[in-house]
Nanobody, 121 residues
Framework: QVQLVESGGGLVQAGSSLRLSCAAS????????MGWFRQAPGKERDFVAG????????YYAASVKGRFAISRDNAKNTVYLQMNGLKPEDTAVYYC??????????????WGQGTQVTVSS
C-alpha cells in the first residue's frame, strides 16, 4: 500500500503562484511514477503532470505546459507541483496519484484525498 497526502492548496488571485506537495508513505516511493490530476466541478478528472521514478522525464498537459512544473524528492518521499501564472480555469481539486508507470497513472492504484485550488479573477 501507498498512502498519499496532498497539501498546499488555497485561494489565490489570477497570476499568482502555488506549490502543491504530495507526501507518500508505505512502499518504496522511488519505485513509482507520480502524477497530478485535477477535477473541476461538473467535469471529469484530467491529467495535469506526471514524472517517472527518476524524475528526468516530466510530462504535462498542454493547458499547463510552461506554467506548471512537477518535481520529486525521493529522499523526502514527496512530489511537488509548482504552479505559476494561475488562471481562473485552473480552479479544481488537485489529486496526487502513484503507479508503476506514467501510462498507468489515469487508472492508478493509489490516490490522495485531494487539495482545493481556487483562482479568483
Amino acid at each position: 500500500q501507498v498512502q498519499l497526502v496532498e497539501s498546499g492548496g488555497g485561494l489565490v488571485q489570477a497570476g499568482s503562484s502555488l506549490r502543491l506537495s504530495c507526501a507518500a508513505s508505505g512502499r518504496t516511493f522511488s519505485n513509482y511514477a507520480m502524477g497530478w490530476f485535477r477535477q473541476a466541478p461538473g467535469k471529469e478528472r484530467d491529467f495535469v503532470a506526471g514524472i517517472t521514478w527518476s524524475g528526468r522525464n516530466p510530462y504535462y498537459a498542454a493547458s499547463v505546459k510552461g506554467r506548471f512544473a512537477i518535481s520529486r524528492d525521493n529522499a523526502k518521499n514527496t512530489v511537488y507541483l509548482q504552479m505559476n501564472g494561475l488562471k481562473p480555469e485552473d480552479t479544481a481539486v488537485y489529486y496526487c496519484a502513484a503507479d508503476k508507470t506514467i501510462e498507468q497513472l489515469p487508472v492508478a492504484d493509489y490516490w490522495g484525498q485531494g487539495t482545493q485550488v481556487t483562482v479568483s479573477s
